[in-house]
């Protein structure tokens, strides 16, 4: 179960830190860096709800995951014809729309196999986050040696891997949705608190679209070297695991709503202190530590929120809806808002940009998030 997560975050872990470097040297602007980087993002506004509901419609969510995670490999490999803009903009949409089927259709699975121990989901999940420290530190100091021009060859034997764990996931097919329930569906969505719940992460990913774009850029104009940036985006995610082994234990002691706001405070000083010190090593380390809150809390707590409230019967449109409306449109809206910071007023800019962002998400969350219900237990 966990083999998917460990390469599927093994691909990001080598593309996120670098991609944007590996476009700087391919001799783009931050503007167009900023809508390549977005193009990541904005697929998932569209991709997961497209696959979530046929693999709500079909059950077949395996065989779903196996097509994006081939079809999306192949689409990737448009890259090594070293295309202009437009052409790699093409190239980068067609390769993310199939690739961001693999990851909310597998949370479903993984889910349905966890059962009623969904505690035990952040001990799977963790394994992603494994992949993504491996990745980002090897090919970190595969870069010291190797141009950034190799950086597509250097990723697509992490592809390989997420095929092969594809095909190992037992071929079992769910059972389908009727096409009724629209009604019930639209119900659960004008609910106070799942709308506050989509604004509190939209607003989150945002605030995250200096960090995914220009974070690498960023240290590497503060004087950082690839391999002490791939360390420090590696100690974020290791923060990440740590929290995720204990996160069980949170959430038996404190409300949805107390983690939500204390992660999104914490998020907001990390942004602050990017913005104005990351020449000074010990506080930038501080900072990436605190990912375990940006990143780690809040997703483990929204995977609840969504199987709380949608897990009666359109759990893979919800997990479709947070992917699109919040790394998606979040994601994609972040993306650019930062290129334009850099643009105008640099990466410390960018990331007080960021702050902005997240303490608009801190409001939301302290006036509308509630403690998501358990599922009805009707069938997915």
């Known amino acids: ?161 997420i095929a092969i764990s594809a095909f190992l996931v037992p071929a079992e097919r769910g059972p389908a949705r009727s096409t009724a329930g629209a009604a019930e569906l639209w119900a659960i969505l004008r609910h106070p608190a799942v709308i506050a719940f989509f604004l509190m992460n939209f607003l989150l990913q945002v605030s995250h679209g200096a960090y995914y774009t220009f974070f690498s850029i960023h240290l590497e104009q503060h004087g950082y070297g690839k391999f002490a940036i791939g360390v420090l985006w590696s100690l974020g995610v290791i923060a990440e695991i740590a929290l995720f082994i204990v996160m069980h234990r949170l959430f038996r002691r404190f409300t949805v709503r107390q983690i939500a706001i204390a992660a999104l405070l914490l998020t907001l000083l990390r942004w602050v202190l990017i913005a104005e010190a990351t020449s000074l090593l010990a506080v930038l380390v501080f900072a990436q530590l605190l990912h375990a809150a940006s990143y780690g809390a809040l997703h483990a707590l929204s995977v609840q929120y969504i199987h709380g409230y949608f897990g009666g019967g359109h759990h893979g449109q919800g997990q479709a809806l947070y992917s699109g409306l919040t790394f998606g449109a979040g994601g994609a809206v972040g993306a650019w808002l930062s290129g334009f910071l850099v643009e105008g007023v640099g990466t410390d800019g960018a990331f007080w940009g960021s702050a902005v962002a997240i303490a608009l998400g801190v409001l939301v969350a302290w006036r509308g998030l509630k403690a998501p219900p358990e599922p009805s237990g009707v069938p997915d």
Do not use: H
């Open 1 to 161: 179960m966990s083999n998917l997560y460990f390469w599927f975050f093994a691909l990001l872990g080598a593309l996120l830190p670098y991609w944007s470097l590996y476009l700087e040297d391919r001799g783009f602007s931050y503007l167009e860096i900023a809508t390549l980087m977005a193009t990541i993002q904005l697929t998932k506004i569209v991709a997961p709800s497209v696959w979530g509901w046929l693999g709500d419609r079909t059950g077949q969510r395996v065989r779903l995951v196996r097509t994006g995670a081939l079809v999306g490999a192949v689409c990737f490999s448009g890259v090594f014809l070293e295309p202009a803009f437009f052409g790699l903009l093409l190239v980068m949409l067609a390769f993310t729309f199939f690739w961001n089927a693999v990851l909310p259709l597998y949370e479903v699975i993984t889910l349905q196999g966890l059962g009623r121990d969904r505690a035990r989901y952040g001990r799977v999940r963790l394994w992603g986050s494994v992949g993504f420290v491996g990745a980002v530190a090897g090919v970190g100091a595969i870069l010291e040696w190797l141009p950034i021009g190799f950086l597509p060859w250097i990723v697509m034997p992490v592809f390989a891997g």
